[in-house]
């Protein structure tokens, strides 16, 4: 456990509150998800509707991932591992830690360079998006992770700008006596975790602490990899219907190997291998990343404070958070690329303070023959980055740091007030909410020797929601929804206007028109099955201008359409089976045509079917158990010309078998778990993700062949 950043967390209970002006939603109280397949009606969700609610009874596409499908054997290492098995989503893992998952809701976010973009992410009520849209799956700590809810649809459109889709992650409370843990697993590449907890509950302080090493000598050449992650949670029940939280994480990766993509050419050659740079005449058969050494170190810290406060039937929820992200990027930009007039450097330098806050007030009321319920609320957020590029040469040796070239202070905010209506009439459930969004983003540029790109330009829109639920039988609800959504750009994708340009102000947001038509339905005791069918027109699209070495500019495309189908379905197939299956069917083409591009192309990065399957057993008891998974996506267009060699679909077999021991007499108090998993049963060789738009056509990154993963924790319960 040896430089484990658990100093991190303290350093941040440390830290000034002042920087945390504000206030955000938390539902750390909310009860826990029942497991889907057990208990098919009694799933409960705060998504969406802000408080705790069954999902079967709320008109929108949501689905829930507990404890025992995050734990499902995986080392919990990427959000992807317990994500596979939700329709409408596609989150993959691109072996590379430099750049984080790829996660598309519905084809939103399918396009993201790095990050994740279009999908809101959320951790105990503190977004994990910034105000410009930008996330980072990484910072979630899966360890502690109660449950994970995934919201899809119109509903989506009540979190803002870049909700696409909603992931928020809810960690467990503490309860129970003392209790310490220690987990260990390792797999193939090099793959070793070690991770540590403790936690408790005395009187009405409960207390929770977890400390995590991951280290890869990862799949795809350079792509080594160590992430350090930290996380603390403490609960005070402060008066019997009041309590404080206060979360606080880090995450800290050094030295970060980045692989960068490669061409189809060199795909079939050597999954494993790296591009090859032509340029190089020194080392003509050294790869691009070895050349230029491309790596990225993060460390991120956050805090966040929530106040849950109830007045009878009337609630208030008020959250405060604030954090640093810094981060320092390695780019494999070629030299001819490096006009010193034009250029910003290959070198990403930049120090982000980030703070946000988020207010709501819930009541129900009785009008007419019903109840009404309203949630008034506002969400502020802020981030500012001191940024710098450096030129990644020195005369002939790459990869360091060289010249300055950008120097400028970069600040988002956005201001959101919003109103929620849910009215319970008889069998009717009707649903309104209204959002303002206002996005600005200021720049301003030290660095004045290739001209000053300071500037700013805001971005203001309002999203209406309407919906409604109609229970035609105790088993069977029907329902429809339909809103408006929007996308800034973030701030990455701002940065520059064509191949070499200062920053693209002239960007505009993109426009969304959802529908939705939903059936939920319990099949028997057993048995839930939901469908939806959906249709999104996006006017304003934004889509990739040019991209090459690490840097990519934008431009607004036409018009896109994406219309589909999702279906879930969980089974309790009776002596200790049960059954997962997720399938989505997803048309998302462009709608008018635009330069280069005709009308009905295929929207990249987004697969025209995925599916999951599972046939898992359990032995009586809390003993054994096994599954045998399914994961199946259909091909995927890397360019919007649909011109290149499309990523082939594919369909992989997994296997797991886990056990759990309780142990008794001299050993009381102990609990033991045990996995084993292997990954790609069958040995196929097939692209995990692709890189949208790159200029050079290195789209491709390749998944793992056959891997494996052993895993091993004992805790003592004091």
């Known amino acids: 456990m040896k430089h484990l950043r658990l100093n991190a967390v303290a350093a941040l209970f440390a830290a000034p509150l002042a920087m945390t002006s504000m206030a955000v939603r938390a539902a750390d109280d909310a009860p826990a998800a029942a497991d889907a397949t057990h208990a098919p009606m009694s799933v409960v969700v705060v998504s969406g509707s802000r408080s705790e609610h069954l999902s079967f009874d709320l008109p929108a596409s949501i689905d829930v991932i507990d404890t025992s499908q995050i734990d499902a054997g995986q080392p919990r290492v990427n959000a992807s591992e317990a994500l596979v098995g939700v329709p409408g989503l596609v989150v993959q893992n691109r072996q590379n830690y430099a750049q984080d998952l790829q996660i598309s809701s519905r084809g939103f976010g399918a396009r993201s360079q790095f990050g994740v973009r279009g ?40 979190y803002g700008n870049h909700s696409g889709g909603v992931v928020q992650l809810f960690t467990r409370d503490p309860k129970g006596a003392p209790s310490v843990e220690l987990g260990v697993s390792a797999g193939s590449d090099g793959m070793r975790k070690t991770d540590l907890n403790a936690g408790g509950r005395e009187g009405s302080f409960g207390w929770l602490l977890d400390g995590s090493r991951f280290e890869t000598d990862g799949y795809r050449a350079h792509s080594a ?58 080392s003509p058969q050294r790869a691009l990343a070895d050349r230029y050494n491309t790596r990225k170190s993060i460390d991120h810290q956050q805090i966040g404070l929530n106040w849950d406060q109830r007045f009878g039937s009337d609630r208030l929820r008020v959250t405060l958070y604030g954090g640093n992200r810094r981060v320092i ?99 009717w459930v009707f649903t309104g909410g209204l959002r303002h969004s206002r996005v600005s983003f200021d720049i301003e540029d030290h660095y004045l020797s290739n001209g000053n790109d300071s500037g700013s330009v805001d971005y203001r829109h309002t999203t209406p929601l309407l919906g409604a639920l109609y229970k035609l039988t105790p088993d069977l609800n029907l329902y429809a929804s339909a809103a408006r959504g929007f996308e800034t750009p973030t701030l990455n994708e701002l940065f520059y206007s064509g191949t070499a340009g200062g920053f693209n102000y ?67 197939l009776r002596a200790g089976f049960s059954a997962r299956v997720a399938a989505t069917v997803l048309r998302a083409i462009y709608d008018q045509a635009f330069t280069g591009v005709p009308e009905g192309n295929r929207l990249p990065g987004v697969p025209r079917t995925s599916l999951f399957g599972e046939l898992a057993w359990k032995a009586p008891g809390d003993g054994f158990g096994a599954a045998l998974e399914t994961v199946a996506n259909g091909k995927v267009y890397a360019d919007d010309a649909n011109a290149a060699t499309p990523a082939p679909g594919y369909a992989i077999f997994n296997a797991r078998v886990q056990a759990s021991q309780q142990l008794d007499g001299a050993m009381r108090g102990w609990r033991l778990r045990e996995y084993a998993r292997i990954n790609n049963v069958l040995d196929r060789t097939y692209v995990g993700s692709v890189i949208v738009g790159d200029t050079n056509r290195r789209y491709y990154e390749a998944a793992p062949g056959r891997n494996w993963v052993l895993g091993a924790s004992a805790q003592y319960q004091f």
């Open 329 to 427: 990027q390695y780019q494999a930009f070629t030299k001819a690329f490096q006009a010193p007039a034009t250029h910003s450097g290959g070198v990403v330098d930049f120090d982000r303070d980030f703070q946000g806050f988020d207010a709501n007030w819930t009541m129900a009321r009785p009008l007419g023959a019903g109840t009404l319920r309203t949630t008034a609320g506002l969400e502020a957020g802020k981030s500012t980055d001191a940024r710098k590029g450096y030129e990644n040469y020195i005369g002939n040796e790459f990869g360091v740091q060289g010249l300055l070239r950008r120097d400028e202070k970069d600040e988002v905010n956005n201001l959101d007030p919003y109103l929620q209506l849910e009215w319970e009439l008889g069998r």
């Open 119 to 158: 999908v809101r992410l959320i951790a105990d009520g503190i977004p994990a998006t910034m105000p410009d849209g930008q996330g980072q799956a990484a910072t979630f700590n899966l360890d502690m992770a109660e449950r994970i809810e995934v919201l899809r649809g119109p509903y989506s459109a009540l």
């Open 506 to 572: 002239r960007l505009g947001a993109a426009t969304s028109t959802q529908v939705e038509l939903g059936a939920k339905a319990a099949l028997g005791k057993d048995v839930r099955l939901n469908t939806a069918l959906f249709q999104t027109r996006t006017h304003g699209e934004l889509v990739v201008d040019a991209s090459s070495g690490g840097r990519t500019s934008y431009r607004n495309a036409s018009a896109t359409l994406r219309q589909g189908l999702e279906v879930a379905l969980d089974a309790d």
């Open 225 to 282: 990899a160590t992430r350090d992650q930290a996380y603390a949670k403490l609960t005070f029940d402060a008066m019997p219907s009041g309590r404080l939280t206060i979360v606080a994480s880090g995450l800290r990766q050094d030295d970060t190997q980045d692989p960068l993509g490669v061409t189809w050419a060199t795909f079939q050659r050597d999954p494993r291998a790296g591009e090859i740079d032509t340029t190089d005449t020194q």
